[in-house]
């Protein structure tokens, strides 16, 4: 398993710092744990694959520890999805990564990305969590179930009940239930209403993070993309022509504005990263080959699920307990019977999904499964009962974790999304304030812990070699940017 986990460098005044990728951290486009997502101010912190919880959170731990020690004294890390003070879409700087060809690409990838949703969107952090199976684990599986597939068919049955059942995810660890106004300036559209002078939250939501004005595919799908989960040629399919359909909306900013590249090309997806999803099945790519390419010709290696909302009450945003669940869940959607998804059921999913994240905590509320209206704490109660079961082959610790956890099914008021509202309405302050407390308690208590010196020793070789690796990949060009491009998109 690993963990990436993103969060915005803001300033001592509470907006989004202005100061480029410290250089004390290394070079973000070759750095394999410290690197930079939409925004230069954006960090992602990413652990290697680790057998278990506790090495995961270690390193997760003493990764974000050296981050508050390297900072400037003038920044901090914002410990939650939705962002700080933002002052608008010029304040929000799109990362850089060099002068290279492969450098230049990320950065007009996000230069598109702003150019189609807006940068404000992007500022929004999460936490994915990576997971793979044995093969050997799965080919037993297999031979136990009577069900003969291959890993890849496994991975993806595994996939679409991540799909069917994933609402649970924010319902139970949803922790953005409400976001500074300042996100929503000059939005027009939206159904929050207001908290206090600064925040504008829903009363029962767990996740706007995962909502519609969080960062999704609503004009992908209005477009026809829609990702396919029934086989991997089918998933692979899916994201390939949301990659070779032009789209007009897009043709209108155009690829290129007074010689700058204003996105990477006008298609529905510029490339099949653009499609946000709550789960992905991935593969270990090859350097110089697409992902999707690498899915079709390797397989898939693990599965990422995406739907996490850092949790600003706690300090690394997740914890053990709740990876423990994870763990579970993810066994449960391996171990449960996955038929294909139809187009109706798609419709059921994708109408729970915004429930959930709007509504979530709503006292009656009903989701669809299988045609039929079903109340939250039905469906969970049926779920945990399963649930439960996959739990007793972790052992006795995961059983009794995951049945505290599923407690918040017939009791939303443990939910860590009413847990924060209730915070905020006992303190009597808004979102920016209470995520502001946590953000400079955390820094406090970081730098007052011991430091891990083997790994800090391993961050500064791996800040220096990073840097060495950005140059040699920059001294290596030998072709000019516009040629780089064509040359990629015409991989098969």
């Known amino acids: 398993m690993g963990i990436e986990k993103e969060g915005l460098r803001v300033s001592r005044k509470g907006g989004l710092s202005q100061a480029p990728h410290p250089k004390n951290l290394g070079c973000a486009l070759t750095h394999p744990n410290i690197t930079t997502d939409f925004s230069e101010s954006l960090l992602e912190l990413v652990t290697p694959p680790l057998p278990d919880a506790k090495s995961v959170l270690n390193f997760l731990q003493d990764t974000q520890h050296y981050l508050y020690c390297r900072l400037p004294k003038d920044q901090n890390f914002w410990p939650a999805s939705m962002p700080c003070v933002i002052r608008g879409e010029t304040y929000i700087p799109i990362a850089q990564y060099g002068s290279s060809n492969r450098a230049k690409m990320k950065t007009v990838y996000r230069q598109g990305l702003a150019n189609r949703y807006g940068s404000v969107m992007q500022t929004i952090a999460g936490i994915h969590f990576n997971y793979s199976f044995s093969t050997e684990f799965i080919k037993q599986c297999c031979l136990f179930s009577n069900v003969e597939q291959s890993q890849d068919e496994a991975y993806m049955a595994l996939t679409r009940n991540v799909v069917r059942y994933g609402w649970i995810v924010p319902y139970l660890f949803g922790a953005s239930p409400a976001v500074c106004k300042s996100f929503l300036k000059g939005y027009h559209q939206h159904s929050l209403v207001e908290f206090n002078d600064s925040t504008l939250y829903e009363p029962y939501a767990t996740s706007l993070r995962m909502g519609d004005i969080g960062y999704q595919n609503l004009r992908e799908d209005e477009a026809g993309v829609k990702a396919n989960y029934n086989s991997l040629d089918h998933y692979i399919h899916s994201l390939k022509s949301g990659m070779s359909a032009s789209c007009s909306e897009y043709e209108r900013i155009g690829i290129k504005k007074n010689g700058h590249y204003q996105q990477l090309n006008t298609n529905i997806l510029q490339i099949e990263n653009e499609y946000y999803a709550s789960v992905r099945p991935k593969p270990l790519v090859k350097a110089g080959q697409k992902p999707l390419d690498s899915l079709s010709d390797q397989g898939i290696a693990y599965i990422e699920l995406r739907s996490l909302d850092v949790n600003p009450s706690l300090p690394m945003g997740i914890d053990e307990q709740q990876i423990h669940f994870l763990e579970v869940f993810l066994l449960f959607c391996l171990l449960k019977e996955s038929p294909a ?152």
Do not use: W
């Open 341 to 492: 998804i139809s187009t109706r059921e798609q419709f059921e999913i994708d109408g729970n999904d915004q429930l959930i994240a709007h509504e979530g905590r709503k006292p009656n509320l009903t989701l669809k499964h299988q045609s039929k209206e079903v109340s939250i704490a039905e469906f969970g109660s049926q779920l945990a009962t399963d649930l439960e079961l996959c739990a007793a082959l972790f052992g006795k610790d995961y059983q009794t974790q995951v049945s505290d956890i599923c407690r918040r099914f017939s009791n939303p008021e443990l939910t860590p999304s009413a847990q924060m509202l209730e915070r905020m309405r006992n303190k009597n302050q808004g979102f920016f304030d209470d995520t502001n407390t946590f953000a400079k308690q955390y820094r406090r208590e970081f730098l007052a812990n011991d430091i891990n010196q083997i790994h800090f020793d391993y961050l500064d070789a791996q800040a220096k070699s990073s840097c060495k690796r950005q140059r040699e990949i920059e001294e290596s060009d030998t072709i000019g940017f516009d040629e780089f491009l064509s040359q990629y998109f015409e991989q098969t």
